[in-house]
């Protein structure tokens, strides 16, 4: 059974950091492009980060560039999200999922979405 597991959301005062984790389970994902997402609520899940399966590729949303950073572990099954210089506007769930159509932007190409880890951002 796939599954994909995300920690290191929490409460954080604007200005601060946080380290998001995604540890993938239940086959291979080291071939695989991941990527991030967040949902605030009333709004529609958008993309914020993405990573080729070597990790030589990234793409962000114009909103986190310069901020965040997206990485991979070493057995390439665990994304990393580092948020750095975060704003209230950040506040959402945040999302990683596997990469398996063509899109890096689209939530539509994406599969085997996580439960999501909460991120609240404080002014």
């Known amino acids: 059974q796939v599954q994909l597991v995300e920690s290191g959301g929490g409460l954080v005062q604007a200005g601060g950091s946080l380290r998001l984790s995604c540890a993938a389970s239940g086959r291979t994902f080291s071939s695989y492009s991941m990527g991030w997402f967040r949902q605030a609520p009333g709004k529609e899940r958008e993309f914020v980060a993405a990573?080729?399966?070597?990790?030589?590729?990234?793409y962000y949303a114009d909103s986190v560039k310069g901020r965040f950073t997206i990485s991979r572990g070493n057995a390439k099954n665990t994304v990393y999200l580092q948020m750095n210089t975060l704003k209230p506007e950040d506040t959402a769930d945040y999302y990683c999922?596997?990469?398996?159509?063509?899109?890096?932007?689209?939530?539509?190409?994406?599969?085997?979405w996580g439960q999501g880890t909460q991120v609240t951002v404080s002014s």
């Open positions: 999922a596997v990469r398996t159509q063509s899109s890096w932007f689209q939530a539509a190409a994406y599969s085997y």
């Open positions: 990573i080729s399966w070597s990790g030589d590729r990234t």
